[in-house]
């Protein structure tokens, strides 16, 4: 089994930068592209961004120029760094991990609010 554990969320004024981080732990060899996605309010889950293990990415369009994701495969780690942040963020930010766009492993997810 692998556990995915989020960290870094909270609230922040528009415009701000917050940095989200997740630790892998237990049979991570199973793991292949990690990623991001969200939930805001009242909607259904989507990508943010995925990373392969070679640093390949995919963002979603929203998020174009504002987010950088990255990993650090010798500590399993995946982090997701969320500049210029408008309140359109707004959600609950889940890891997740597995093979291309099939993910097989869910993070418990760290909530993400941008007001003033």
């Known amino acids: 089994q692998v556990r995915l554990v989020e960290s870094g969320g909270g609230l922040v004024q528009p415009g701000g930068s917050l940095r989200l981080s997740c630790a892998a732990s237990g049979s991570t060899f199973r793991l292949n592209t990690m990623g991001w996605y969200r939930r805001a309010p009242g909607q259904q889950r989507e990508l943010v961004a995925l990373?392969?293990?070679?640093?390949?990415?995919n963002y979603a369009d929203s998020v174009k120029g504002r987010f950088t994701i990255s990993r650090d495969n010798a500590k399993n780690a995946v982090y997701l760094q969320m500049n210029s942040l408008k309140p359109d963020d707004t959600a609950v930010y889940y890891c997740?991990?597995?093979?291309?766009?099939?993910?097989?492993?869910w993070g418990q997810g760290t909530q993400v609010t941008v007001s003033s």
């Open positions: 997740s991990g597995g093979r291309g766009f099939i993910v097989d492993y």
């Open positions: 990373i392969t293990p070679t640093g390949t990415t």
